[in-house]
């Protein structure tokens, strides 16, 4: 060892001895980011001499380990083999750890000793809290690239070890782990250059990431039109309306992303940069230098799903006929987006008519498996007797009028997409323990098999019960329920939201089309905002269906509307004469546009004069 690796290794020495007798260690002594550590190490309770590299892991851990990481394990498997070749005959160690600090893959080179291998076997955990100082605990706590060399470990046990570590992000920008190499440190050549290598691969996972979303609109971005298709490029998936599906975080860091996110804003291609669908069509065929919110312009590069795609300047993400434009954008629908493309199962909650299945094909629309199948099951409408062979399908002749060649079920028809369990609140409690092993396995069985299939799927669930209550009255398993209950969100009924108004016109917009869509007679109006809608979105469908029908000289009048609706109006003291009734509507109409005249006539389908007259013959003051 030279001289000035002598002094180096004195120096640390020095200030370790400094650190532990509580003493303040001279900056240039020892990187900052490392005394850091070591601080935050000794405040999670731990000491130099604990043994925490090598002790065991139990095949419960593992087991749930494998369970809980499968889905980036599908991205990092790839990039592990390709590492294995070029580092195999070497004496790194190389392992992906996950957010929580826990080793899901490894592999070691030829020349790597048995105590480099153990130090990152499957399932240890080297979260900094776990075993101090680290490159990949240092890594997951302040989410960028580390170098730990020797001496600079926490751990006495881990200071015969180099390490460099670069963590991963997912397409939402969130942690999903760290990818680490590790080799005895042989205090000759300090210099670890393994890490540019390591964030090579690791912009290549999560770039793969975010192509599997498979938005309506790719973009590239890139300072310089040559390197939009390169792999330092920024990437950014949207949807069909323009909502920001993922990005990887060069295009998050290009672009400040996280800005927006941080201040509530929706992330669309509208509140990035200043475009609209000409702009896309042309990037479609060259980088085109477009200018951003921010100020800065970049070039960009689009990829479009069909050439008919264009996103309009100033539309926003939407979910037909489940909410408002500002229930769209609220943090709670961003949210359910975001834990679907990560591979965590959503429970949807809400009446019957609310809307539910809508929004799990939407979520399959835009998650990472969009372009495989929707298999939607009612969990309620299918006979006891046929939803096991529904479910998990069967072999030829499993039992007396098995179709011939048997049947693949739904679970299985559903791999590589989405599997939609409407009602499962009504599952029969014997199928809920099969249904969890499946999901627990990622495998079905056939009836009449003993062969297991493996499956891969992305998991929706919605029932219009409480769960809970089932669960307490004996009808659900609970280790089902939390299975399923990755995300969870309750889709209000209609007579509770806000946007009822926003809803009609649009509903009314669908029926009609190609031509446009009649008006609503105030009477007409009037009752449909007074009903209480049992059916929900799906009741309100129906009856603006018929009004169009039966609409006379483009107008929609109370009488051409369900009974129920009619016989409400009849009934309601508010509605008892025709004067009552255009009196009401003026009223809703009036409150639902917190008092525009103009903005509650053009609602009403009436001129601003004619409102005025209407408000004077029912004695309204504005």
């Known amino acids: 060892m030279n001289t000035t690796g002598l002094q180096l290794d004195h120096q640390l020495l020095e200030a370790r001895q400094l650190f532990e007798e509580g003493r303040e260690v001279p900056p240039h002594w020892v990187r900052g980011e490392v005394v850091r550590s070591w601080h935050r190490s000794r405040e999670s309770g731990l000491t130099p001499s604990d043994k925490r590299l090598f002790c065991s892991v139990s095949r419960q851990e593992l087991r749930e380990l494998s369970e809980q990481r499968e889905a980036i394990l599908r991205y990092i498997n790839k990039d592990m083999d390709h590492l294995l070749k070029v580092f195999g005959g070497t004496d790194w160690v190389l392992a992906f750890i996950e957010v929580q600090g826990r080793v899901i893959r490894s592999f070691r080179g030829e020349r790597a000793g048995d105590e480099q291998a153990r130090a990152l076997r499957v399932g240890l955990n080297l979260n900094e809290t776990a075993t101090g100082t680290t490159a990949p605990g240092c890594a997951l706590t302040e989410q960028r690239p580390y170098i730990v060399r020797g001496g600079e470990h926490f751990l006495e046990e881990a200071r015969n070890f180099s390490c460099a570590a670069v963590p991963t992000f997912f397409p939402d920008g969130t942690l999903a782990g760290v990818l680490n190499a590790s080799r005895h440190d042989d205090r000759q050549n300090r210099n670890i250059n393994i890490l540019e290598t390591l964030a090579l691969v690791v912009r290549t996972i999560e770039n793969r990431m975010v192509e599997d979303l498979k938005g309506e609109v790719r973009l590239a971005v890139h300072y310089t039109p040559e ?46 940069f200043t475009t609209n669908g000409i702009h896309l069509q042309r990037a479609a065929r060259e980088p085109v230098a477009l200018q951003f919110k921010d100020g800065s312009q970049l070039y960009v590069r689009a990829e479009l799903q069909s050439a008919r795609t264009v996103i309009p300047h100033h539309q926003t993400a939407s979910i037909k006929h489940v909410g408002s434009n500002a229930e769209l954008i609220s943090p709670l629908y961003q949210r359910a987006l975001k834990a679907f493309c990560g591979d965590v199962p959503v429970l949807i909650n809400g009446e019957t008519g609310t809307g539910k299945d809508v929004l799990a094909r939407w979520l ?252 004077r013959l029912s004695g309204l003051d504005r």
């Open 227 to 272: 390197l939009t298709n390169s792999p330092v490029r920024g990437l950014l998936h949207f949807d069909r309306q323009g909502q920001l599906l993922g990005a990887n975080p060069a295009a998050r860091q290009l672009l400040n992303i996280s800005n927006l996110e941080s201040e509530g804003m929706p992330v669309t291609l509208e509140n990035l």
């Open 364 to 615: 399959h629309r835009n998650g990472p498996l969009g372009r495989g199948n929707f298999v939607g099951v009612n969990c309620a409408s299918i006979p006891e007797t046929l939803i096991e062979s529904e479910l998990f399908g069967y072999e030829d002749g499993a039992f007396t009028g098995a179709r011939r060649g048997g049947m693949a079920g739904k679970i299985e028809l559903a791999s590589e997409g989405t599997l939609f369990l409407d009602e499962i609140g009504d599952m029969p409690l014997d199928m809920q323990s099969r249904l969890l092993r499946a999901l627990q396995d990622r495998e079905v069985t056939r009836l009449g098999s003993s062969r297991a299939r493996a499956v891969s799927f992305s998991l929706v669930c919605a029932t219009h019960r409480s769960l809970h209550e089932q669960i307490q009255k004996g009808l659900f398993r609970e280790d089902l329920y939390y299975r399923i209950n990755g995300l969870q969100l309750t889709l209000p009924p209609l007579r509770d939201r806000p946007d009822l108004e926003k809803l009609i016109d649009e509903i009314l917009r669908e029926a009609a089309a190609p031509s446009a869509p009649p008006t609503l007679s105030p009477a007409a109006h009037a009752a449909l905002h007074a009903y209480n809608w049992p059916g929900n979105i799906r009741e309100l469908q129906q009856a603006l269906k018929l009004g169009v029908a039966l609409a006379e000289d483009d107008c929609i009048e109370l009488n051409h509307l369900p009974s129920a609706l009619r016989n409400q109006a009849i009934l309601s003291p508010a509605a008892q004469t025709l004067a009552d009734q255009n009196k009401q509507a003026i009223i809703v109409a009036l409150r639902k546009h917190d008092g525009n005249v103009s903005a509650a006539a053009r609602s009403l389908g009436i001129s601003r004069a004619t409102f005025y007259r209407k408000m």
